[in-house]
């Protein structure tokens, strides 16, 4: 079934425009990748792709925020990213953050790119959806992005419970409306 879900979109965007600014090689299968939160320890992940260890990946959580005004149709919500860096020179997350922010953090702008970049993806197989990672989604139509970076970079790089070499800690925010 098909739905609305801004995150897919985004994530797909930024799997693809990253490692195309930073060098495909840099990137097992020449994209970054992105996993949903779930209570899978960061060890799990990487044994699941031994060959991408090295990357920089991404962990994801979805928070919906109340809604500003009485107009029901615009969807404000933030992404909250873990990035991660199990093995290597930390540069590659120092770049991918930049370049993240680069891409993400120019409000309507980075909207317009991103509402074009999903305009330029195939069609899914239900009438009216855009095909992202094999499934089939509704577009949907940004309005503003905006980036934020949070301190708590040592919470989530505490060797005793993430095993992490290196790792940062962002929110991407953003208003929507279905296509």
């Known amino acids: 079934m098909a739905i609305y879900y801004p995150p897919a979109f985004i994530n797909a965007y930024l799997a693809e425009k990253v490692p195309a600014e930073l060098g495909t090689d840099r990137f097992d299968n020449g994209l970054m990748k992105f996993f949903p939160t779930s209570p899978t320890a960061i060890d799990d992940l990487t044994e699941t792709f031994p060959d991408a260890a090295g990357d920089v990946f991404a962990v994801f959580d979805r928070m919906l925020k109340m809604r500003r005004g009485p107009f029901p149709h615009m ?16 540069v590659d997350l120092i ?6 922010q680069d891409l993400l953090d120019r409000g309507d702008e980075s909207a317009q790119e991103l509402n074009a970049w999903i305009a330029s993806q195939p069609n899914g197989t239900t009438e009216g959806t855009k095909e992202i990672n094999g499934a089939d989604f509704y577009p949907v139509f940004f309005h503003e992005l905006k980036i934020y970076q949070l301190e708590e970079t040592r919470d989530i ?9 290196a790792g940062n800690k962002i929110i991407i925010d953003y208003c929507w409306h279905k296509s």
């Open 75 to 90: 969807k404000y919500e933030q992404l909250l990213y873990y990035f991660y860096k199990m093995a290597g020179d930390p």
């Open 95 to 100: 770049e991918s953050t930049q370049v993240i």
């Open 157 to 165: 790089i505490d060797f005793g419970t993430a095993r992490t070499f």
